[in-house]
């Protein structure tokens, strides 16, 4: 059974910074993309960042640019993602996807509240 689970996640004030992990378990996704994606509450879920398979090649949201860093380790089977410089608007859960053509995985996500 694939799984995969976020921790991390906290509450920090403004300008902090956190690192959330997403350590998938059930199968290695080492030749596809993984992301994370947070939903604030009353919004749509969002991407704030993308890693590709080699990790090579990085995709962020304006939002976030210059101040998360999204990083995996293959070996380890686990996504990171470093977000310094937090901000309120960064409140919400975040959530590690994969998505291999044929299946969608998510984790159960994980709380970040940022206090101003």
């Known amino acids: 059974q694939v799984q995969l689970v976020e921790s991390g996640g906290g509450l920090v004030q403004a300008g902090g910074s956190l690192t959330l992990s997403c350590a998938v378990s059930?199968?290695?996704?080492?030749?596809?993309?993984m992301a994370w994606f947070r939903q604030a509450p009353g919004k749509e879920r969002e991407l704030v960042a993308a890693?590709?398979?080699?990790?090579?090649?990085?995709q962020y949201a304006d939002s976030v640019k210059g101040r998360f860093t999204i990083s995996r380790d293959i070996a380890k089977n686990t996504l990171y993602l470093q977000m310094n410089s937090l901000k309120p608007d960064d409140t919400g859960t975040y959530y590690c996807?994969?998505?291999?053509?044929?299946?969608?995985?998510w984790g159960q996500g994980t709380q970040v509240t940022v206090s101003s």
């Open positions: 890693i590709s398979a080699s990790g090579t090649q990085t």
């Open positions: 059930g199968r290695t996704f080492g030749a596809y993309t």
């Open positions: 996807n994969v998505e291999t053509g044929t299946q969608d995985y």
